[in-house]
């Protein structure tokens, strides 16, 4: 038989069974993408630089990019891109950043991110054999003083939102309004933001022709300053007027100032934080109807002190808070919640999923004292007593087969 029939023949079958030789498996670097976030451009990425090869599971991986982003003071996000070498890349890490704003598109926002991932690959290709196929170009500077542009808004940033929302049937209607301003100022050294909101949810069912009906009106004003104290300090205060027709609430005003510590530095707020803060303030209800406790209006000091957990790894991600509040006139009046929201990469290519959160209520002073239409509580026009409340949810996926993944291809990705 001819030698290069065999060669042919052996490479064929090595085809067929999803196999490559050596060289051609390890000429490129092995990637897993490990998203922290609802949108990574995943399929932009694989398309833009098809150089790498992709990989469903971390521990195949030569290089390991997580992804993960925060809200800015300009409503757009600080995306965060860590490198973690694994393998022949064993030690070499980075991690790079970058900025958006709110007004970017989507393409504007996945070049950027395309960009950033080429700086951060480099220094990988570079101990390959494929360095010599790589180039790097570097834009030329002119010589001048490179000047720090002026912000004519001082940094405020404001967002206005309105939205309507309207479905129904023969015999029922909904219908939902909601607005809102939104003005902040965020800097290194402080954040400012003012929150501006009016809501109306109306719901309407006709059932043995007889017309039920829940309306809910709600609209307030809040306001926060913190001011930066170190890496891992902070104080400020914090306002909050409010009315609730749900809440029986004609009008609250809440003031309390603030402190809080974080056990990591803040800049770090990406990867983890645990924060602890402490209120203490005052709380003046003026109420729509007498409530049960037989008042119309009331003032009471209040306290609160909460912990937030977060942790962003290869891993997953875990988010946990526990809070609890009372009233410093009357302990009894007390509120506490616990919520956790979990990710887990157990293993190759098994994850779990969970979220859940749960509160003891001891602190519904403003529920009124006449009775009402049982519609009201039924569509939600009308805050029902309880002394807790919880939610829950839970997941799991199981991915197995081929771990390469660089192949991009949509077609009929839409049609189901």
């Not at 290709?125 to 002119?142: I, K, M, Y």
């Not at 954040?191 to 022709?209: A, C, K, Y």
């Amino acid at each position: 038989m001819d030698m290069n029939f065999k060669c042919w023949f052996i490479a064929a079958c090595l085809s067929c069974f999803g196999l490559r030789s050596l060289a051609q498996a390890d000429a490129s670097p092995r990637i897993f993408i490990n998203c922290a976030n609802w949108e990574c451009y995943e399929a932009y990425i694989k398309t833009e630089l098809s150089f790498f090869n992709y990989v469903r599971d971390r521990y195949e991986a030569d290089i390991q990019i997580l992804i993960n982003s925060v809200e800015n003071g300009n409503g757009g996000d600080n995306y965060s891109l860590i490198f973690i070498g694994q393998n022949q890349f064993e030690g070499i890490g980075d991690s790079l950043t970058f900025s958006t704003r709110q007004a970017d598109t989507d393409d504007m926002i996945r070049t950027r991110l395309v960009a950033t991932l080429r700086l951060g690959l480099v220094r990988y290709v570079a101990r390959t054999s494929l360095a010599d196929q790589v180039a790097v170009t570097f834009p030329t500077r002119e010589q001048e003083a490179t000047l720090i542009p002026h912000d004519p808004w001082n940094y405020v940033v404001t967002t206005v939102r309105t939205s309507a929302y309207l479905n129904g049937e023969s015999n029922q209607r909904s219908l939902s309004l909601n607005s809102s301003v939104w003005i902040r100022r965020v800097t290194d050294a402080s954040r400012f933001g003012i929150n501006v909101w009016h809501n109306i949810n109306s719901q309407q069912f006709t059932i043995d022709s007889v017309l039920y009906t829940a309306r809910n009106v709600g609209y307030g004003f809040s306001g926060k300053y913190v001011k930066s104290l170190g890496p891992h300090w902070s104080a400020g205060a914090y306002y909050l007027g409010n009315h609730s027709v749900y809440s029986n609430i004609r009008f609250t005003h809440r003031v309390a100032p603030a402190i809080e510590y974080n056990l990591f530095p803040y800049e770090e707020n990406q990867q983890r934080q645990f924060r602890i803060s402490y209120a203490a303030g005052f709380q003046q209800f003026n109420f729509i109807e007498e409530t049960i406790y037989d008042r119309i209006r009331q003032g009471v000091p209040y306290h609160k002190v909460s912990a937030i957990l977060g942790l962003t790894q290869p891993w997953g991600t875990v988010s946990c808070e526990a809070a609890a509040a009372t009233f410093l006139n009357d302990f009894s009046r007390n509120n506490v919640s616990l919520s956790a929201d979990l990710s887990l990469r157990l293993f190759e290519g098994f994850t779990i999923y969970f979220f859940g959160n749960g509160s003891l209520i001891n602190d519904q002073i403003s529920l009124a004292k006449s009775q009402a239409d049982i519609d009201d509580f039924l569509l939600g026009g009308r805050q029902l007593p309880t002394s807790f409340s919880y939610f829950g949810s839970m997941g799991l996926s199981y991915t197995f087969g081929s771990i390469n993944n660089s192949i991009v291809n949509i077609r009929l990705d839409d049609v189901n």
